[in-house]
């Protein structure tokens, strides 16, 4: 038994430039009572370790949350005033963030309501004057920690920007410190940092605080490893048992040799239906690309969705031999590759809650070289988010004509998911780097340099003749829908995302720019694709869609060399030319019209909330989905004491 289950894409909040929607989790009724029990214990993992993001996104966020949490629940005053409401409205936006900067754009978030308000409130809620004054230019003032990561060139990233991943550490003596782990004889080792913070001694030495039972967030991690005890003898076989009691011992002792031992047996591990990623994961928010940010997502197989990846799996190697790529930089053989179309069943961490749409991992190099990679599509999210998006009026406000939006129509799901399951699937797990040259040679372009790749390898292939060959695509012209979206949001509509004056930031956001507005100038004196003027509204229109094809594998090529030889002024030079800047004129133009059609740019998402069935011997016998839950009472009911 379950609530009512809500429409896929449902709006339940709509504050600032966000709105909260629902997911569904489709096929748990159909799920056996071990694997609810194993999603439950799971999920109360994934919820256990939020904290531990909020404060590696910068030293104050868990401060300024609980301080303005404690005033939402306390106030005596009018909850109706305009303070007030800006005050909620606030601590809305710092939740969908995880923390005091923008989720996308890296910005501080500057609060509506007055300085006066907030002492007065705080008060009131008895809260004292040393847990209020040390805040007020925290919250307030612009220039105090103004940008979640840096990244502006000739700026030095660690001392400018507010992640907490370093404690007073230049870039200089970072690079220093981890030269000898980027740069091993032995390539198969682990990647360096990824679970510590490093900081500087009184005296100038530098040292790693490693995040694990036995240092830093150790309550916080020992509640994730009390919830995989709980987990891992209700897993699926033996070798994902064996996986959550490896993952158990690593957040135990924080040995990153241990980790990748659990990264080889969770990439192994095949069989399992429910699956999960849980730890120090992804590291975009690292201006060294080196940190793992906290996440977690919990899931099972989509298996009748499975079939559509299995397909592009099992041609892994004719995609990889006919990319256009020079073959020095090519994978001789294609092993170890497991896709799956999945339905996310919770989000944790980074994932939450606003979570990716397709993941591939691990990120190891060595191992998926080795051992090969595990990708993801995750299918209730993508639904959600295209019912949402196809009420919006985007594209009637944004598309060209009725060709473009009727393409987008009857075939833009479809394509969309194929993008994905092509960009995850295979994008990532393409190529190879030449001996010597190390994963981590591009630093803070790397991030931006690996998704255009990925993205890349999807774009050139979703034309190709052989996705019909497979049955994946009906016709030689559905590839269209998805070539047509891509420009149009790397060229044009995701502007909207960018606040005026400022550039662009978010690593995913910079691929989309430096893929669009490099095979849009390379293309021009052909008109391969105009920006053209009508009724004073600019439109993307392209004029030769196979002509694009062949620009995106040229640039596909180009980015598999600076990858692969570790080329870091190429990458820089790409990155800084293409992917950073914003036209004003352009983007005033963009963000009015974007305006009228009263939607907002960002969306996230609520769980649901599993609510264990116990027999009369106290077990859980059964697990009951709960989707009433709103947004704020979610994020109040996960506060977790300080």
Known sequence: MHTSTPAAGEVIDRFADIEILRYTVDGFDDLLPRQKRLIYYLSMAAAAGRDILFDQNGVYNLQVRRLLETIRERYPGRRDAPDFLAMETYLKRLWFSNGIHHHHDNEKLLPDFSPSFFVNAARRCNLLATEIEPLLPVIFDPSVCPKKMNKNKGEDPLLTSSVNFYRGVTRAEADAFYAPAIFPDDRQRPAPGLNARLVKDPGGKLREETWCARGLYANLINKIIYWLDKAAPEADNARQEETIRLLVEFYREGSLETF???????????????????????????????????????????????????????????????????????????????????????????????????????????????????????????????????????????????????????????????????????????????????????????????????????????????????????????????????????????????????????????????????????????????????????????????????????????IQRVKSEGDFPAAAALVERHAIRVDPSMHAGILARYKKLNIAPYAGFVNPVYRPLLDPNGCIADVQLDYSEDYASQMSRLRSPE
């Open 260 to 558: 990748d031992r659990y990264s080889i047996l969770w990439v192994q591990d095949a069989a399992s239906r429910v699956d999960f990623i849980n730890g120090f994961i992804e590291t975009y928010s690292d201006p060294l690309g080196l940190k793992g940010a906290w996440e977690s997502l919990v899931y099972f197989t989509n298996e009748e969705a499975t079939r559509r990846a299995a397909i592009i799996c099992k041609s892994a190697g004719w995609f990889e031999s006919n990319s256009p790529v020079d073959p020095r930089f090519k994978k001789e053989n294609v092993t170890g590759l497991s896709a799956r179309v999945v339905t996310a069943a919770m989000l944790g961490g980074d994932c939450f809650p606003s979570p990716p749409i397709g993941v591939n991992l691990p990120n190891s190099n060595w191992i998926r070289e080795l051992h090969g990679s595990k990708s993801i599509t995750i299918e209730n999210i993508i639904r959600a988010r295209d019912a949402r998006a196809r009420d919006s009026g985007v594209a009637r406000e944004f598309y060209w004509s009725d060709l473009e939006r009727d393409l987008e129509r009857r075939r833009g799901l479809l394509t969309g998911r194929l993008h994905t399951d092509l960009h995850e699937c295979l994008g990532h797990g393409s190529g190879r780097l030449l001996p010597g040259v190390s994963a981590l040679a591009l630093k803070e372009y790397g991030d931006v340099i690996e998704e255009a790749r990925a993205d890349l390898f999807a774009l050139y292939h979703l034309a190709d003749p052989r996705m019909i060959e497979l049955g994946l695509l009906p016709d030689e012209e559905a590839y269209k829908a998805e070539y047509y979206k891509f420009m149009c949001n790397g060229l044009l509509l995701q502007l909207v995302r960018v606040p005026p004056g400022k550039q662009i930031e978010e690593a995913h956001a910079r691929d989309r720019a430096l893929v669009s507005r490099w095979v849009h100038e390379r293309g021009a004196a052909d008109r391969v694709t105009e920006l053209r003027e009508r009724d004073g509204k600019l439109f993307l229109v392209i004029n030769d869609y196979r002509r694009l094809r062949a620009l995106f594998g040229e640039l596909l090529a180009e």
